[in-house]
């Protein structure tokens, strides 16, 4: 019965508490699968580093009941136990309802579950009994399997708790102190992602160490045990086309890609290419395909401008129709330019007419996208004006293709965005209109040419075959361009 670790609110430890038990399974040999609940990039990479293995997002938003059932099914019956990390607090989800809450993953998951409440006990006492009742007994269908105590002051702190919490006969499963030497450091976006934290292995050491001493492992190995009768286990069909090759730029810059996504587009026949826009030169050979995922372009937005021919070939590419997915941080890399927080400007690619400006403003939050028709956007085989823009390198403009890209879905989608930055232009040929959580309408957004894709909105593509299978077959079609063609 895997085990969710949820939190009072954001903040409590649910991170340092889920790695802490990741790295001590891992210690001891124990396969374990980690999943993540809601759409957040940067806490899938420290369960991934720790375990050895992708971890995956669980979000009814951005997908369904359905998918995260069976992603959940799929993924926890290929090793010994799973561990869920939840988001916010155990009951906050995208609206007043807790839709996508880590309650509502619990629910959906049925008794395969089991809820574990991490609490900061840093401030309180005897309160931590009050919390923990109304915690278990405010949903009838989401009970605690027990509570984590975390950041305990003392000794007689300790007992306290212990006495306080005892009447309620809710399993204590784990107590950790003050741990001052695991620090995860953070910046403007959350968590600085794994591969930029120096002592990052030292970090995994500790929590090693805190993960095998602080928990009852006796009560909690149970729990975390995957039984797979239980475990209804469905996937995509794969393809067995000759494989496509679609490069994906992954480095420090660009690391905010699904799990799953970068599973689908192989099992309809990708075969994946990494490479770096910060070290390599030169473009993967023989690709048909460039996705550019998000992550942190204005960090090292010197290094990418420096890194001229690697802008030149991925130009060369453009111009020759090679289709293009980018999200986010790879929308910023493909305008015209990247201002950073102290206003520095930096030269980009150039594909979009457009500069990027780094702020203080956070833009954050489910986004319903709403495909725009032919009469107010143009669809991906129609010309667009941006493409006759030339690129910084001084390609050559963009010429029509018969070629689609991906097209959007026939419904409206669910995505997310999270960035500090605005860009100075408005798209004159938008992918879709974005409405909030809330309804509310914010306007057109995203950049749509042929064989091109550019948007701050974050797609998980669980539930999206349509692009996956749009974007490979666009590949496919593509004339394979050798390395020397463009570099």
Known sequence: MPIAIAGTHSGAGKTTVTLAILAGLRRWGVSVQSFKVGPDYIDPMFHAAVTGRPCHNLDPVLTSAEYVRS????????????????????????????????????????????????????????????????????????????VILNRVGSDRHREILLEAIAPLGIPVLGILTREDGIK??????????????????????????????????????????????????????????????????????????????????????AELVYWSPLEDEKLPDRIQGLYFGGGFPEMFAAQLAENKRAIAAIAHSYNHHMPIYAECGGLMYLSQAIADFNGNEFAMVGALPTRTVMTD?????????????????????????????????????????????????????????????????????????LRDYADRDLGTEGWRGHNFWASYVHLHWGDLPTIVKGFVEAARSQTVLSSSSYN
Request: aromatic letters at 8%; a neutral charge.
């Open 71 to 146: 992603c959940f099914a799929r993924h926890s019956a290929k090793a010994e136990g799973a561990v869920i990390e939840g988001v916010m607090g155990l009951f906050d989800g995208a609206g007043s309802d807790g839709f996508g809450s880590t309650a509502h993953i619990v629910r959906l998951l049925g008794k395969s579950v089991s809820a574990i409440l991490v609490v900061d006990c840093s401030r309180m006492s005897r309160s931590l009994a009050a919390i923990v009742y109304g915690y278990h007994h405010f949903d009838a269908d989401v009970k605690l399997a027990g």
């Open 361 to 433: 403003k956070l833009t954050l939050g489910y986004r319903r996208c709403l495909p725009l028709p032919p009469g107010e956007g143009l669809a991906f085989a129609r010309s667009s004006s941006h493409q006759t823009q030339e690129f910084m390198t001084n390609a050559k403009p963009l010429r029509p293709s018969p070629t689609p890209n991906p097209q959007p879905p026939d419904r409206p989608i669910w995505g997310h965005e999270f960035h500090r930055s605005h860009q100075t232009v408005a798209s004159d040929c938008p992918l879709h209109r």
């Open 184 to 269: 995860l450091s953070d910046r403007h976006l959350g968590l600085v992602p794994t591969e930029e934290v120096a002592n990052f292995r030292d970090i995994v050491d500790r929590l090693t160490e805190l993960g095998q001493r602080c928990f009852d492992w006796e009560r909690l190995m149970p729990l975390i045990k995957v039984s797979s009768t239980n475990l209804k286990q469905t996937s995509t069909p794969l393809c067995l086309d000759t494989p496509v090759r679609i490069a994906v730029a992954r480095d420090r810059a660009f690391n905010f890609y699904y799990a799953d996504n970068l599973e689908l587009l192989e099992r309809a026949g």
